[in-house]
């Protein structure tokens, strides 16, 4: 199988470590994020990869080379300039086509989430589907009664009545019919194949799920293999 992530964004939110480093090359526990990626696909069977590179490309190039030290078969796709997330996946068309399906990844999420579950989904004319997750609050929340007495408070609870988009989807390539050239896949493609009937979401909870935007997110993000066990170095 082969999965494509999306590694081109720029990092803004991010600096001054992105200054000198693309994000997917940021250590989370001693590891870079595109490493933790791509081991975590390999372990469902992924064996091949493309990545989407653009900002500081070459030092992804320089640190994963063909795959091959990490058991996999690497290839790339560059953006000379940003062509946002739909573009980035419909530039790989020539590497994708003549597959049956294919995972696409952000590539700024950590998880533990099993994809199979997305190919497994697959029926009728589905041309793709998407992991979702509950929303988890970003702050602790306030339980209390008819009278205004305090009942409990409970720390960043997941809002299990909300759901979100985690950035991990399979498609068929009839997914480049709907691809922009320029745009983002989650304002152009996905909304008119929801509208059409034609996606479906598969829903993962007790998950371990994070997605790195913010410095704060990088302390999260550790603290969460941690506590999900997955091997860590030191």
């Known amino acids: 199988m082969k999965a494509v992530i999306l590694a081109g964004g720029l990092g803004k939110r991010l600096r001054p470590i992105t200054n000198s480093m693309p994000k997917p090359l940021i250590p989370i526990c001693g590891k870079p994020i595109i490493v933790w990626q791509i081991e975590w696909l390999k372990d469902h069977g992924v064996n091949e990869f493309v990545i989407c590179a653009g900002y500081l490309r070459e030092k992804i190039i320089e640190a994963l080379g063909n795959g091959s030290k990490l058991g996999v078969k690497i290839g790339y796709v560059v953006e000379e300039n940003p062509l946002g997330t739909g573009g980035a996946v419909k530039n790989a068309e020539l590497f994708l086509r003549g597959e049956e399906g294919f995972f696409v990844i952000n590539g700024d999420i950590l998880t533990n989430l099993n994809p199979l579950k997305l190919v497994k989904s697959?029926?009728?004319?589905?041309?793709?589907?998407?992991?979702?997750?509950?929303?988890?609050?970003?702050?602790?929340?306030?339980?209390?009664?008819?009278?205004?007495?305090?009942?409990?408070?409970?720390?960043?609870?997941?809002?299990?009545?909300?759901?979100?988009?985690?950035?991990?989807?399979?498609?068929?390539?009839?997914?480049?019919?709907?691809?922009?050239?320029?745009?983002?896949?989650?304002?152009?493609?996905?909304?008119?194949?929801?509208?059409?009937?034609?996606?479906?979401?598969?829903?993962?909870?007790?998950?371990?799920?994070?997605?790195?935007?913010?410095?704060?997110?990088?302390?999260?993000?550790?603290?969460?293999?941690k506590e999900y066990s997955i091997k860590v170095e030191g």
């Open 122 to 225: 697959m029926d009728g004319e589905v041309v793709g589907a998407i992991a979702i997750t509950p929303l988890r609050s970003p702050y602790g929340i306030v339980s209390f009664d008819s009278k205004g007495y305090i009942k409990s408070f409970t720390e960043k609870p997941m809002l299990r009545e909300y759901w979100i988009n985690a950035g991990v989807y399979y498609f068929r390539p009839k997914i480049f019919e709907y691809l922009p050239s320029r745009g983002d896949i989650e304002t152009t493609a996905l909304p008119l194949l929801a509208e059409r009937g034609l996606l479906k979401a598969v829903k993962y909870v007790d998950i371990m799920w994070k997605s790195i935007d913010t410095h704060k997110d990088l302390d999260e993000a550790e603290k969460l293999l």
